[in-house]
Every structure is written in C-alpha cells, then in structure tokens.
C-alpha cells in the first residue's frame, strides 16, 4: 500500500485537505503535507505571514513543490494586468517561502511541529528522502484545475512565462543555495498525464 492509500478522497472543495487540493486527488506517494505545517506555524505571530505550497513530493531523481489552484486570471485580458500580477507574486512567493522554510526546519532555525493526517505523523527529519541532496532538481509547479468554465489550457504557457520571470528577479538568492528550480504549470488532465493527479 503506497502513503496515498492511507488518505480519505472526500471530494469536499471548502474542505481541503491533504492530498486533495481545489478539486483534484493528488498522487501524494513520499510526500509531505507542507501547508499543513505552515497553518500551524501561523499561529506563533512571529510566523503568521508565512505562507507555503500544498505539499512537496519526492519521485525519482525530482523534489517538487505542488501549488494547486480552482482557477486564474486571464493573462491576456489587458484590463485585468493587475489582478493576474498579484496571482502571479502571490503563487511565487508561496514557492519561496516553502523553500526558505525547507531550509530553515532542515538546519534547526524553525521548529517543526510534525504535521498528523488521518493518525499518520510527518516529520522531515525522520524523511530520509526528504534531503535535497539527494534529488537532481527541484521542481515548482502549479497545477490548475481546468474543469471549471473560463480558464484555458493555453494560459498555462503566459503564466508559467510569467512565474520564470519573477524566478529571475531573485537568480542571485538561488544561486547561492546552487539551485535553479524548474518552473511548470498545467492544467490538472495535463498534469494526470504526468502522474501528479490521479
């Protein structure tokens, strides 16, 4: 039995919880509930800024951090520049500030209060695969759910254009961590070809 057998599937969209993120069942296989952690560290005000991706997974040789959305601004809609601007710094910095406090639990700077979904406990620590070293790239990506009218595959391309951009603002912070994460976003039939989604 794989980690994601353990996890109830109850499609509730105003209830997510971990491995099912804005209407899709994520394949959450040697993953680790990162958002879940954060809400609880948002409770220590010294942290209550502090906001994070839905969780990371290791596959192979690929640590990913997973971002899941209902939906986005339309990157074309000229009138709209802002409302897709802020998508796009508030997804981004959601990818930083999960990595930056990856970092920071794994050299003992934030405390980590395990996580528990459905009894089982989480811990980086005692995740021996959860050690960066060990992949060959890190990953972010934001899968969108499609099965709502209105959004179109073909934003995925701007938006993830749009998401390098913000990446290059900062090439100097990931150079010193002598990272270069890969940025990706698809549509969640796109990303169920690519065995993120079940």
């Not at 804005?22 to 680790?32: E, I, L, R, W």
């Amino acid at each position: 039995m794989t980690m994601s057998d353990c996890f109830s599937h109850d499609k509730d969209t105003n209830n997510d919880h971990f491995p099912y993120f804005s209407g899709m069942t994520f394949v959450a296989d040697n993953a680790y509930p990162f958002e879940k952690l954060t809400k609880g560290l948002n409770k220590n005000k010294k942290y209550k800024h502090v906001k994070s991706v839905e969780f990371i997974r290791g596959r192979g040789k690929k640590l990913f951090f997973i971002e899941a959305k209902t939906s986005f601004a339309n990157p074309n809609n000229t009138k709209g520049k802002d409302n897709f601007r802020n998508e796009i710094n508030e997804v981004f910095y959601k990818f930083l500030h999960s990595l930056n406090l990856y970092f920071a639990i794994k050299l003992g700077v934030v405390p980590e209060t395990p996580p528990t979904v459905n009894g089982i406990g989480y811990t980086l620590h005692s995740l021996h695969s959860f050690n960066l070293e060990h992949y060959g790239s890190l990953n972010f990506v934001l899968v969108i759910n499609s099965t709502p009218k209105g959004f179109k595959e073909d934003w995925c391309r701007n938006i993830q254009v749009a998401l390098e951009n913000k990446r290059t603002e900062l090439n100097a912070l990931f150079n010193i961590w002598n990272l270069m994460p890969t940025i990706r976003v698809m549509t969640d039939v796109q990303a169920r070809k690519s065995n993120l989604v079940t």
